[in-house]
Protein backbone atom coordinates (compact mmCIF):
# COMPACT_ATOMS: atom_id res chain seq x y z
CA UNK A 1 0.00 0.00 0.00
CA UNK A 2 3.00 2.00 0.64
CA UNK A 3 4.59 1.76 -2.34
CA UNK A 4 1.28 2.73 -4.19
CA UNK A 5 0.45 5.92 -2.02
CA UNK A 6 3.97 7.64 -2.07
CA UNK A 7 4.11 7.89 -5.91
CA UNK A 8 0.24 9.44 -5.72
CA UNK A 9 1.26 11.93 -3.15
CA UNK A 10 4.40 13.20 -5.11
CA UNK A 11 1.73 13.26 -8.25
CA UNK A 12 -0.73 15.54 -6.27
CA UNK A 13 1.78 17.23 -5.04
CA UNK A 14 3.65 18.12 -7.99
CA UNK A 15 -0.07 18.76 -9.48
CA UNK A 16 -1.05 21.55 -6.67
CA UNK A 17 2.72 23.07 -7.25
CA UNK A 18 1.95 23.59 -11.19
CA UNK A 19 -1.49 24.69 -10.68
CA UNK A 20 -0.21 27.25 -8.27
CA UNK A 21 2.63 28.20 -10.29
CA UNK A 22 0.33 28.87 -13.48
CA UNK A 23 -2.03 31.13 -11.10
CA UNK A 24 1.36 32.55 -10.19
CA UNK A 25 2.28 32.96 -13.51
CA UNK A 26 -1.29 35.64 -13.74
CA UNK A 27 -0.78 36.81 -9.87
CA UNK A 28 2.74 38.46 -10.18
CA UNK A 29 1.61 40.78 -13.21
CA UNK A 30 -1.61 41.57 -11.06
CA UNK A 31 0.71 42.80 -8.01
CA UNK A 32 3.21 44.55 -10.17
CA UNK A 33 0.47 46.54 -11.76
CA UNK A 34 -1.70 47.29 -8.84
CA UNK A 35 1.70 48.25 -7.09
CA UNK A 36 2.49 50.35 -9.85
CA UNK A 37 -1.13 52.11 -9.99
CA UNK A 38 -1.94 52.23 -6.46
CA UNK A 39 -0.31 54.25 -3.81
CA UNK A 40 0.03 52.61 -0.57
CA UNK A 41 3.20 53.77 1.35
CA UNK A 42 1.60 54.74 4.62
CA UNK A 43 0.28 50.72 4.47
CA UNK A 44 4.11 49.43 3.57
CA UNK A 45 5.75 51.39 6.01
CA UNK A 46 3.22 49.89 8.88
CA UNK A 47 3.76 46.59 7.56
CA UNK A 48 7.76 47.05 7.18
CA UNK A 49 7.49 48.01 11.06
CA UNK A 50 6.01 45.10 11.88
CA UNK A 51 8.25 42.69 14.71
CA UNK A 52 8.51 39.07 12.84
CA UNK A 53 6.26 37.51 14.42
CA UNK A 54 3.59 40.41 13.87
CA UNK A 55 4.78 40.04 10.38
CA UNK A 56 3.83 36.45 10.51
CA UNK A 57 0.11 36.98 11.50
CA UNK A 58 -0.46 39.00 9.25
CA UNK A 59 1.04 36.89 6.02
CA UNK A 60 -1.34 34.47 7.65
CA UNK A 61 -4.44 36.58 7.27
CA UNK A 62 -5.31 36.19 3.51
CA UNK A 63 -4.07 32.51 2.97
CA UNK A 64 -6.99 32.02 6.50
CA UNK A 65 -9.33 34.25 5.10
CA UNK A 66 -9.27 33.16 1.44
CA UNK A 67 -8.31 29.14 1.41
CA UNK A 68 -11.98 28.38 2.39
CA UNK A 69 -13.07 29.48 -1.11
CA UNK A 70 -11.91 25.92 -2.83
CA UNK A 71 -14.36 23.82 -0.86
CA UNK A 72 -17.17 26.54 -1.45
CA UNK A 73 -15.82 26.43 -5.30
CA UNK A 74 -16.22 22.86 -5.69
CA UNK A 75 -19.57 22.43 -3.40
CA UNK A 76 -20.58 24.93 -6.34
CA UNK A 77 -19.00 22.75 -8.97
CA UNK A 78 -20.83 20.06 -7.19
CA UNK A 79 -24.06 21.39 -7.20
CA UNK A 80 -24.23 22.36 -10.80
CA UNK A 81 -23.11 25.82 -11.06
CA UNK A 82 -19.71 24.95 -13.06
CA UNK A 83 -19.15 28.25 -13.92
CA UNK A 84 -20.04 29.38 -10.52
CA UNK A 85 -17.41 27.19 -8.99
CA UNK A 86 -14.96 27.94 -11.62
CA UNK A 87 -15.09 32.00 -11.09
CA UNK A 88 -14.83 31.40 -7.34
CA UNK A 89 -11.96 29.29 -7.53
CA UNK A 90 -10.41 31.33 -9.97
CA UNK A 91 -10.69 35.03 -8.03
CA UNK A 92 -10.41 33.62 -4.77
CA UNK A 93 -6.70 31.92 -5.60
CA UNK A 94 -5.50 34.74 -7.51
CA UNK A 95 -6.88 37.16 -4.62
CA UNK A 96 -5.03 35.06 -2.23
CA UNK A 97 -1.95 34.46 -4.38
CA UNK A 98 -1.79 38.32 -4.77
CA UNK A 99 -1.85 39.24 -1.57
CA UNK A 100 0.40 36.95 0.15
CA UNK A 101 3.18 37.57 -2.61
CA UNK A 102 3.13 41.44 -1.91
CA UNK A 103 3.09 40.58 1.80
CA UNK A 104 6.10 38.20 1.21
CA UNK A 105 7.75 40.84 -0.93
CA UNK A 106 7.40 43.36 1.86
CA UNK A 107 8.07 40.94 5.06
CA UNK A 108 10.66 38.14 3.75
CA UNK A 109 13.50 39.43 5.57
CA UNK A 110 11.03 39.31 9.19
CA UNK A 111 9.75 36.16 8.66
CA UNK A 112 13.04 34.26 7.28
CA UNK A 113 14.31 35.01 11.38
CA UNK A 114 11.48 33.15 12.36
CA UNK A 115 13.64 29.39 12.62
CA UNK A 116 10.57 27.29 11.53
CA UNK A 117 9.18 29.54 8.91
CA UNK A 118 12.25 29.80 7.56
CA UNK A 119 12.94 25.62 7.85
CA UNK A 120 9.54 25.45 6.05
CA UNK A 121 10.17 27.56 3.28
CA UNK A 122 13.75 26.12 2.73
CA UNK A 123 11.76 22.63 2.55
CA UNK A 124 9.21 24.53 0.48
CA UNK A 125 12.03 25.71 -1.86
CA UNK A 126 13.76 22.16 -2.40
CA UNK A 127 10.33 20.38 -3.19
CA UNK A 128 9.53 23.51 -5.58
CA UNK A 129 12.89 23.02 -7.22
CA UNK A 130 12.45 19.65 -7.43
CA UNK A 131 9.15 19.69 -9.67
CA UNK A 132 10.75 22.25 -11.78
CA UNK A 133 13.88 19.65 -12.66
CA UNK A 134 11.50 17.02 -13.92
CA UNK A 135 10.45 16.86 -17.50
CA UNK A 136 6.54 17.20 -17.12
CA UNK A 137 8.15 20.84 -15.58
CA UNK A 138 9.86 21.47 -18.75
CA UNK A 139 6.77 20.58 -20.85
CA UNK A 140 4.48 22.86 -18.91
CA UNK A 141 6.53 25.52 -19.29
CA UNK A 142 7.12 25.40 -22.59
CA UNK A 143 3.37 24.86 -23.23
CA UNK A 144 3.12 27.79 -21.35
CA UNK A 145 5.19 30.24 -23.00
CA UNK A 146 3.55 29.08 -26.29
CA UNK A 147 0.16 30.00 -24.98
CA UNK A 148 1.35 33.02 -23.88
CA UNK A 149 2.87 34.43 -27.20
CA UNK A 150 -0.50 32.95 -28.79
CA UNK A 151 -2.29 35.23 -26.41
CA UNK A 152 -0.03 38.03 -27.50
CA UNK A 153 -0.13 37.66 -30.86
CA UNK A 154 -4.25 37.49 -30.79
CA UNK A 155 -4.01 40.37 -28.61
CA UNK A 156 -1.94 42.14 -30.71
CA UNK A 157 -4.09 41.48 -33.57
CA UNK A 158 -7.03 42.60 -32.31
CA UNK A 159 -5.87 45.62 -31.16
CA UNK A 160 -4.82 46.58 -34.46
CA UNK A 161 -8.23 45.71 -36.11
CA UNK A 162 -9.88 47.96 -33.42
CA UNK A 163 -7.53 50.76 -33.79
CA UNK A 164 -7.80 50.91 -37.19
CA UNK A 165 -10.84 54.24 -38.12
CA UNK A 166 -14.24 52.50 -39.03
CA UNK A 167 -15.41 53.01 -42.83
CA UNK A 168 -18.84 53.44 -43.62
CA UNK A 169 -20.44 51.67 -45.63
CA UNK A 170 -23.51 53.78 -46.68
Do not use: C, N
Not at 43 to 60: E, H, K, M, N, V
Not at 63 to 86: D, N, R
Not at 91 to 102: A, D, F, H, Q, S
Amino acid sequence: MKRILKPLTYILAAIYFLVDAVFMAVAKPISRWIERHFVFERLRTWIRSLPPYGSLALFSVPVIILEPVKPVAAYLAATGQVLSGAMTFIVGELLKLVLVERLFHLTRDKLMRIPAFAWAYGKFAEVRAWIQATEAWRVVRALSRAARDRVAQVRATLIEAFSKPATSRD
